[in-house]
């Protein structure tokens, strides 16, 4: 079945440390996002990228890093810049007509 | 400003009774709406979607209502089931630039009380 996975689901992380989430999708889609979700608030746009080898800052863009060189993954770089990185992490893929679909998450605990 | 917010963070629901989530919108360039679903621990999942061209929208169980004039767009569930519990966000897209740009809400948690 196409759709979105994300991995780890659950990642643990020591301070000073960079950990990379890993997206992959088989939708197809050109548009890729992730987001970051914190208690009580809504998504925050971390970076996305419309096409192959192109990808833009998004609003909290701040310590993260990101690569796009295949249309199927968009692994997403916590650096050790990222000074409060403990969330739930969210990557989203689309055709471009609006509709986002979702990754189950990955959730990222700074010890 | 750009601002989705939510009138009621929280709503608690007797099964089958029907639910109303409610919505405002600030940007009145948004041309494109949506309602998602979010279970605990798992990514969001699209419900429908609306475009500003319409004001009424039906799928399978939910109606989403869109009032321009006030900035408002309502999810309507019936008969919700203990299934239905989670967070819905709504959200809207307009152009910025050159891109799209989603715009998020807080989401409201909904509650279903057997």
């Known amino acids: 079945d196409g759709g979105i996975t994300q991995s780890p689901k659950y990642l643990f992380r020591k301070e000073g440390q960079n950990v990379t989430l890993s997206c992959e999708q088989n939708l197809n889609h050109d548009a890729m996002y992730w987001y970051r979700q914190d208690p009580g608030q809504g998504l925050r746009l971390i970076y996305y990228s419309q096409i192959v080898n192109d990808f833009q800052k998004g609003d909290i863009a701040e310590g993260y890093s990101v690569s796009r060189e295949k249309k199927e993954s968009f692994p997403l770089t916590v650096t050790s810049a990222q000074k409060n990185p403990t969330a739930f992490y969210l990557c989203?893929?689309?055709?471009?007509?609006?509709?986002?679909?979702f990754g189950e998450g990955s959730r990222l605990t700074v010890l | 400003g750009e601002s989705v917010g939510l009138h009621l963070p929280t709503l608690s629901v007797q099964e089958g009774d029907n639910s109303i989530i409610n919505c405002a919108y600030s940007n009145s360039a948004s041309d494109y709406f949506i309602w998602y679903k979010q279970e605990s621990g798992k990514g969001p999942q699209f419900i429908i979607d609306i475009r500003s061209n319409m004001d009424k929208r039906q799928g399978q169980r939910v109606t989403v209502l869109l009032n321009k004039t006030v900035k408002h767009l309502s999810l309507q569930i019936a008969a919700t089931q203990p299934g239905d519990s989670a967070v819905y966000f709504c959200a809207e897209n307009m152009e910025a630039g050159n891109n799209r740009k989603l715009i998020w809400g807080l989401g409201t948690s909904l509650a279903v009380n057997p």
């Open positions: 989203a893929s689309t055709r471009g007509t609006g509709e986002l679909f």
